[in-house]
Each structure stands twice: as structure tokens, then as C-alpha cells.
């Protein structure tokens, strides 16, 4: 990603560096993580996130709002904050940009003291560097517990994380009283487009999987993860269960109608015997709390009900 700073984007950084002399004075600490060391804020009072479906609102369940997040905006509609609009106030949030593009001009006018970004932003940072101290997190490289782990620690919200995990952990424990031999149940994660599909499990739901200890057919254990597969592939990644996601604000549910028409998915075992999952993606947010959603989504699609199986 190339990033191009206009004079005014430079100017804006030296008024920031200027104004924001005495909050940068104030009691700071180094945190530090796979990324490297940084010197941060102890007490934060302006953070910018650089994701909304996996960090502003992974903020705001921590109880902490950002006061500028990247978000999704189509044309002449209303900025969404994926995962956060319909459960928190997020009208002092101000929009900053797509998670692919932030708006540089836009993060230095609100003059924060920290900047929280993923893996991924990495060729940002230098640029980001000059408005505030920016941290990056390892979603993509790691599981949600662990980067929200490394969040909380960051912001001071270590207990309300740990209540998080707690909860979660219940799941985990009630699953397995209830589902003896896990294992023996498989379950493909996936999203299909108009022209196919990949393996992907939103919300952390292939993080509750492996927790659940949820089998894998031997194509998908093979396969390489978000990377597109064509129709005619869909029958090895058959399973007991198939788990999908639609995101409403992309109308994919009426874009994939013709393929979920098509007899290649209608013969698949978990679409004939209604093992077919189909949830809301931006419900359920990649973060603590979306965990927990897809764990209660399993215990009650899987543990609490009567299933068929491929091999019976």
C-alpha cells in the first residue's frame, strides 16, 4: 500500500507535534509485542483505530472509544462501523477512512496520543509515527484471545478481558459435557462469492472450532486458507456441517443466490440434511464478544441438537 502525505498532511503533523507537546510530557511506559517496542500513553485519551470490525469495537467492549476509527462508507450513505453500530454509541467516533486507505489528515486533526493498527498497516507506520505513538496487533497471525489479550493490556482493561475469557471458557466446558467425541463431527468455514468461494471462518469461528475440538475433512486440512476456489471444488470441502457468512450492506445473500442453486452445493450432505449455518457476519465482530456469539452459535447448532453424520 503506498501512502502519499500532501503538504497539508505534513503542516497538520507539525500543529500536532506543537499542541500536543504537554500530553506527550505525561506518564508513558513501553509496551511491546511481536511488532517491537513502542513508548505509549499509560492512560490514553485519544485512540485511533485503524480496523472497526476488529478494533474499535474489540475497544469498545473493553470499554474504551476511540475517538476516530477506520470504517465502511458506500456512496452517498452513512459511515458504518462494522460489529459496532447496532450495540454501542459510536457518535463521538469519528470516521477516519477505510481500514485499507486511513485518511492521514483526517487521524492527525484529532491529535491523538495513540494509534492501534494490525499486521497489515505496517507500511503505514512510519507515516503514522509522526502524529502518534502507533501499535500493531497480530490478528491475522494469531487467534482472538491472544491479540485482544494484547489490547486490553495496552489500554488498561485487563479485567474486563479476563471476564471476556471467562465467559468463553464456560462455552468451551459446556460444549464438552455435552458432545463426547467431537472429533467425529466435521465443519467447513467458508464464504461463497458469485464465482466461487474460500475458506474463511468469521467472528473467530474457526478459533471455536479448534477449541471445541470440531473435526476437518481431509481436503480442507490440505487447503490453503483465502484463496479463491472455483464451484466445482465445493464437493471436496463437504461436511457435517457447513458454516457461511452474508454481509448485508454488500447484499450478498442475492449476488450467491445462483450459486446456492446450482447441484453441485444443493446435493451437499450438510445442505440436503438443513446442517447448512448461514450468519450475519458484521453481527458478530472479530473480537472478544463476537467469540463468544459463534461459540453460543455452536453449542446450540451442534451441542443441543440432533444431527446426522456423514459417516454413520
Known sequence: ?????????????????L???????????IFENQFGRV???????CIVSLHDLSLTTQLLELGVTPCGSTGRRRLFSEVRFRGADQRFDVSTIRYVGSHQSPDLEAIASLQPDLIV??????????????????????????DIK????????????QQRYQELLAEYQWIVDEFAKRVSDPARITVTTLEVYPDG???????????????FGLGRVEAYQQARQNVPYSLERIGDFDSDFIIDTYEE???SEASTEAFRRSPQWQNLFAVENQQFLYFNRSRFAETMQGLIGSAY?????IGERDYRLRQD
Open 249 to 251: 450492506m454488500l447484499d
Open 1 to 17: 500500500m503506498m501512502v502519499k502525505a500532501s503538504v497539508l498532511f505534513w503542516v497538520l503533523c507539525g500543529l500536532v507535534g
Open 19 to 29: 499542541s500536543v507537546g504537554p500530553v506527550a510530557a505525561s506518564e508513558t511506559r
Open 39 to 45: 513508548e505509549v500513553p499509560v492512560a490514553p485519551r
Open 117 to 142: 493498527g494490525l499486521s497489515y498497516h505496517a507500511d503505514l507506520q512510519d507515516s503514522l509515527s509522526h502524529i502518534a505513538p502507533v501499535v500493531l496487533l497480530p490478528s491475522r497471525e494469531t
Open 297 to 301: 452459535l455452536l453449542l446450540s447448532h
Open 197 to 211: 468461494f474460500q475458506l474463511i471462518g468469521r467472528a473467530g469461528m474457526d478459533d471455536v472450532i479448534d477449541d
Open 146 to 157: 491472544t491479540y485482544a489479550a494484547e489490547l486490553a493490556e495496552l489500554v488498561g482493561s
